[in-house]
């Protein structure tokens, strides 16, 4: 960072607010330019000091870091928003990167990850807590998982089938009466659809989805 990064602290309890104000003050390039005790302070307060950095938190009375975090998108645009909550909540993660987070931090952390994750955050990076980065990653593969089987149709879902049922494409025309060349459009449409490079992929797919009868 070239230049001192001017951080907002919100957080409900002073006691956190100036903990982190005593501890951020001795770090070297960073300005506490303000403090916030809930969601409503902190949208007044981004609007008017334009800050650099935001630490946020989420459970606050009258107005919550993540109804605060879209309006303060909005009024302090070039602000990014570090999270730092207790809450361990997968929807609260995913709620907050929906938002405009760049960061997700747990107030477990130690000091030096914090003013770490702050630096990373000013210098434009994104970061996650180890345990909620393992949540992302479990969330993004179950609904690619979903996303599979929603993007097929009826039509080629019963292709994928008989295809790993271990029929050619004549007998797959003949059992749907379809065309021979109708049936390959299906197939290629799936194969693209899946991400599978041929057709022995889709007989292994559809194997280990338990697609087919050859289990």
Known sequence: MSENTRILIVDDHAIVRSGLTSILAGEEKMHIIGEAADGN???????ALQPDVILLDILMPRCTGLEALPVIREKAPGARILMLTVSAEEKDLFTALKYGAQGYLLKGSGITDVVSAIRR???GEVILSPQMAGSLVSEFRQRQ???????????????????????TNSEIAEKMFLGEST????????????????RAAAVAYATRRGISSNK
């Open 41 to 47: 302070e902190a949208i007044a307060k981004s609007t």
């Open 121 to 123: 955050v000013a210098n």
């Open 183 to 198: 049936v390959r459009t299906y197939l290629s449409r799936l194969l693209d659809k899946l991400q599978l490079r041929n």
């Open 145 to 167: 998982a979903n996303k599979e089987d929603i993007d097929l149709s009826p039509r080629e879902m019963e292709v994928l089938k008989l295809v790993g049922d271990g029929l």
